[in-house]
C-alpha cells in the first residue's frame, strides 16, 4: 500500500443548500418542500429541500414535473448573491483548519486534514468541530466525509445525509465499498452503470473482483480507473483554493428555437453573463465553451482554449458565437437548452492581448 492511506481528506457538503437558504431566510417555509430552480416553463430544479424530497422531487428533474409530484410545494427562484455570502461564512471557517481547501462549489469542498492534525489534532475532532461551527455562524446543516482520500470522503459524505459524519478508516473500506451498487461511484452515469450491469458487474466487491483487462476492453481508460476506485483508490491531491474552477450559464428555452439569429441571441447574454462573474471575482478564463442540447436531448459541447486568459465579455460572447456557427452542425433542429461556460481560471492580474491559439472539441 502506498503512504496515501496516511491521508485524512475531509468533504464536506452544505444540506440541500440552495433551499436550506431559503428556510433560513424565510421562516414560513420551514418544515415545509421548499424547491429551487429555474420557474420558467421549461426549468430545472436545482435543489429541493428534504420535505419536497419526500415526494419525489430531485435536483436536475424539470420543474413541470416537480409540481405535478408536490402541488404544494414553495417554488422559488435562486437568489446566488445570498448563496455566496452564506458560502464564504463556511469558507472562512475551513481555511481555519488549513490552507488546502479546494472549494468544488458554493456548497461543496475538500480539505486536506493531514498536516493540520499535528497541530490541531485529530482529524475526527476537526471535523466534528467544522460541523458545530458552520451551524452555530450559518445556522444550517452540513454533512462531512473523512477518509485517506477524495473519492472516499465524498462517498462518505453521501452516506448519511442530512447532517451526517461518517469517517472511514484505511481498514474499513472494503467492507463499506463492496455492498454499494457500482453507480455509486463517482463518475459512473447511468450509460457506464448499464454497461457494467451487463458485464454482470452490480456491486462494487464486483467490479473490485472483475479481472483489469476485462474493464479495460470493455470500457477502455476509464476501466482501470473503476477498477482501482472499486479498491478505495484515488491518489487525487486536493487543490487548494480552486473555488471557482469553471463559471457557467445554461438556460432552457421556453420553447425550441430553430433561427439562427435568435439561437444566437439567446446564448450572448450567457456569455456576458459569465463574464461579468469573471470580472466580479477577478478571474480570468483560458477555455471557452458552449453546450447545445437539441429537442431530441442530444447534447453536444464545443470548446476553445484561448491564447490568453481574459475577463472581456465581448471576447467570450464572439468566442462563443463563432463556436456555435462554425463547431455545431444545427442542421435545422430544434435547440431546446443553450449554455456557455469559461474553465481554466486564473487570478486577474496583468491583462494580455488575447487570440486564439488552438481549439479542441469535446464531447
Ligand atoms: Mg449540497
Redesign the pocket.
Known sequence: MSDTSARRIAHI?????FAAVEQLDHPCYRGKPVIVGGLGPRGVVS?ASYEARQYGVRSAIPMSRARSLCPDGIYVEPRFERYREISQQVREILLFYTPLVEFVSL??AFLDLTESERTLGPAEAGVAEIKRRVRDRTSLGCSIGLAPNRFLAKLASELRKPDGLVVIQPNEIQEILDPLPVGAIWGVGEVTERRLQGLGLRTIRDLREAPPELLVRELGAVGRTLHRLARGEDETPVVPGRETQSASREVTLSQDLYAEREIESALRPLARSVASELRQERLLAKVVRIKVRFGDFQTVTRQVSLVAPTDSAYLVEATAIDLLRRKVALEGRGVRLIGVGVERLSQARAQQLPLFDSEADSR
Open positions: 457538503d452544505m444540506d440541500a443548500f435543489t456548497d461543496e
